[in-house]
Structures are given as structure tokens and as C-alpha cells.
């Protein structure tokens, strides 16, 4: 393990989070907030409406711009949304996980508490100087962000699809050379 769970978990939400931006876009309707929500473990506050939906969608432009920034830039924007969001780093333990912060209450609205979340991992990812562990995916037709916590750092694509079609397309090459 790289970080501490906690910091593992908001990073892959984010990544997910920005990702879901691509082409075909995932985070569309109300109900792909919900599945989000479940499937990565959140608790706490969900309202399930247009407004969450909104404040989630312009959340990733933001998040984005976090996980693309150089170390320092990051700081920037790690420090922006500390403050915006009135940030209280407290430890908890709940729903079977051991020790982990939390930096705002349960009762915040969901995009703020992934904002907060993930502003809190990239914490540890700037403290120790980890920035390449975040890219941009390595196809040439995709901006997706890979989130790379192998030990070698051999992730070079946001998703299998990716990989495939850059594989296809390198034997292509080597087929027609």
C-alpha cells in the first residue's frame, strides 16, 4: 500500500469522479449519483436531486484541475478548498473501516464532502512528493486520469479499453512495418 486506505480510497472517487467526464459521459442522472455514492463507500448526506447532480458535475472540472496540477499548483488548490469548505480533519471509524479523517460532517452536501476528501489525500500525495502517482492516460484519444498505485508505476492507461486499443494499434504498427 502506498498511503493509508483512506487517502487510496478518495483518490480512486476522484479519479472516477473526473473520469466520468469522458466520452460517454457517466454522471448524467441522479440515479449514476446514487451508484457513485455506493459504490465508493461514501455515508452521510445524499439528496438525490437535479442540484446535487449539478454541484457534482462542476465539482470535476475543479478536481481535475487538482489531479493535473504540478506539485506546487496542487498546494493551491488543496489549500482552496480546505478553506472553502471550512475543513476540521477528525479521525472516525464507522461501517467497518479502522481509523481515517474526515473533514467536514456527515451532514454536508455530498459534493463538498468529496471536494474535501479528495483535497485531504492529495494532502499525503504533495507531502510525500508523490505527484506521479497521477497522469493523464497515455492514449492519444483520451484525457482520462490514471491513478497509479502499483509499486513498479507501470500504469500508463485510465482503464483496460485504453490499454487494448493502444496494444491493437502498436501491433498494427508492427504488422504494417
Not at 448526506?45 to 447532480?53: I, K, S
Not at 464532502?113 to 512528493?129: K, S
Request: one cysteine or more; aromatic letters at 4%.
Amino acid at each position: 500500500m502506498v498511503f493509508a486506505h483512506d487517502t487510496e480510497l478518495a483518490l480512486a472517487a476522484a479519479v472516477l469522479m473526473v473520469n466520468s467526464a469522458q466520452e460517454p459521459d457517466t454522471l448524467t442522472t441522479v440515479e449514476d449519483v446514487a451508484a457513485f455514492y455506493d459504490q465508493q463507500g461514501y455515508t452521510g448526506r445524499l439528496d438525490g436531486d437535479a442540484a446535487e447532480l449539478k454541484e457534482l458535475r462542476a465539482l470535476r472540472s475543479q478536481l481535475r484541475e487538482l489531479l493535473t496540477a504540478d506539485r506546487d499548483g496542487a498546494v493551491g488548490v488543496v489549500n482552496k478548498i480546505l478553506a472553502e469548505g471550512s475543513a476540521l480533519p477528525q479521525l472516525r471509524r464507522h461501517d467497518g473501516l479502522d481509523w481515517h479523517l474526515h473533514a467536514t460532517g456527515d451532514e454536508q452536501p455530498f459534493a463538498l464532502r468529496v471536494a474535501i476528501e479528495t483535497a485531504m489525500a492529495m494532502v499525503d500525495v504533495i507531502r510525500a512528493d508523490e505527484m506521479s502517482r497521477l497522469d493523464v492516460c497515455a492514449d492519444d484519444d483520451c484525457d482520462g486520469i490514471v491513478l497509479d498505485l502499483s509499486r513498479n508505476r507501470s500504469r500508463r492507461f485510465c482503464s483496460t479499453a485504453c490499454g487494448n486499443r493502444a496494444a491493437v494499434a502498436a501491433y498494427r504498427a508492427r504488422q504494417s512495418g
